[in-house]
């Protein structure tokens, strides 16, 4: 007889991905478990899930609005629909496991599981824990730390350090610097960077590298810029009249995209900076001041804190982020510095780790 096991959650890449790499990881041990994701309708799961090849089911659930309280108004009965929305997914599929990655779909699916006694699993990928997590590792079979010190927000007792879970593309990459920057059309023997601002992009980073890119180009540095797809087409118009520039909305390969660089600007999703610990590359870290409490600071600060990387303030960007770049890209042995910091905090098999956990369970 198969076990069933659902991955609940999702949102953003930071969620999504980490998911479909504990589910190849899971079914590579197992070949029989089947697997059901409930993500949440009209959301980034619902596209990439089939995508990899796996089943979703979508709730009607959205998450708390902070900027308009009145949009909360539905808000008790988009919850309880999808509470009963849970309950026939479980009629249906029976599983004996659940697994939370974060997301607005994780709370309704873990909650109904705790309620019925299936067995609960947590993922908390950032250094400063969810609402939601911290509720729901009280009745938790266990929760997956994806850094360190996340003692202080859940049972120390259920907590398992096991990292972030990459994807196997990053993890396993054998792309050269010379592949890299030829992939994107650049020369192979001039320095790289990489400006990535996630899937919608970074208005402030955006912003800071349009006004130095005269500096960056005339430094003779070359730039690969993720600029998300709201201002893409405004600023590859832009930058159309320098050479050693590639811009674009998104980037699927980003193994090619890390080879090539010998510095990193980004966000500090938990994701982004997984990432970039597995593929060892210097970052100056931007963090998004409106993610949920403030967790993207708190994820840099605790790589600075570690000599691992640096951080520029979001509303400093403008006036202080290409300075920054400038001054480190063309320091080396502050480069070698961060490369070697970051490296050690870097988990390739966090994947299996969780998988190899939840096993012992189910």
């Not at 998450?63 to 997914?89: A, E, H």
């Not at 210097?282 to 967790?295: C, I, K, S, T």
């Not at 990387?309 to 290409?322: P, S, T, W």
């Amino acid at each position: 007889m198969s076990r069933r096991m659902i991955i609940a959650g999702g949102g953003t890449g930071g969620h999504i991905f980490p998911a479909l790499a504990v589910a190849a990881a899971l079914q590579k041990m197992d070949t029989t478990l089947e697997l059901l994701f409930v993500g949440a309708k009209g959301r980034m799961e619902m596209e990439k899930i089939p995508q990899a090849g796996y089943t979703i089911v979508g709730l009607d659930i959205a998450g708390f609005n902070r900027s308009s309280l009145i949009k909360n108004m539905g808000l008790p009965w988009k919850l309880l629909k999808s509470f009963w929305q849970v309950r026939q997914v479980f009629k249906q599929f029976r599983p004996h496991a659940v697994l939370g990655v974060g997301g607005y779909a994780s709370f309704p699916v873990l909650r109904y599981a705790q309620v019925i006694g299936v067995p609960t699993f947590l993922h908390e990928a950032n250094s400063f824990a969810g609402r939601s997590n911290q509720l729901l590792a009280k009745k938790a079979t266990q929760v997956f730390a994806g850094v360190k010190g996340l003692e202080k927000f859940f049972p120390s007792a259920k907590v398992c350090y096991t990292g972030n879970p990459v994807r196997t593309s990053i993890v396993q990459s054998t792309v050269t610097t010379e592949m890299g920057r030829l992939h994107f059309g650049l020369d192979p023997a001039t320095k790289t960077l990489l400006v990535v601002g996630g899937s919608l992009g970074a208005h402030s980073i955006n912003h800071a590298i349009e006004a130095g890119m005269n500096q960056l180009v005339e430094a003779g540095i070359q730039v690969i810029w993720q600029t998300g797809k709201n201002e893409a087409l405004r600023l590859t118009q832009l930058t159309q009249r320098h050479k050693g520039v590639w811009v674009g909305a998104f980037i699927k390969e980003m193994e090619y995209a890390y080879a090539a660089a010998d510095l990193v600007v980004a966000r500090a999703g938990a994701l982004t900076v997984a990432e970039l610990a597995v593929a060892a590359k210097p970052a100056v870290f931007v963090p998004y001041p409106l993610a949920a409490e403030d967790h993207q600071t708190a994820n840099a600060k605790q790589l600075v804190e570690q000599q691992a990387a640096l951080l520029v303030a979001d509303n400093d960007a403008q006036e202080k982020l290409v300075a920054v770049v400038l001054d480190l890209i063309m320091n080396k042995t502050k480069l070698l510095q961060l490369q070697a910091q970051i490296k050690l905090t870097g988990i390739k098999d966090a994947d299996q780790r969780v998988a190899a956990e939840i096993m012992k369970w189910i």
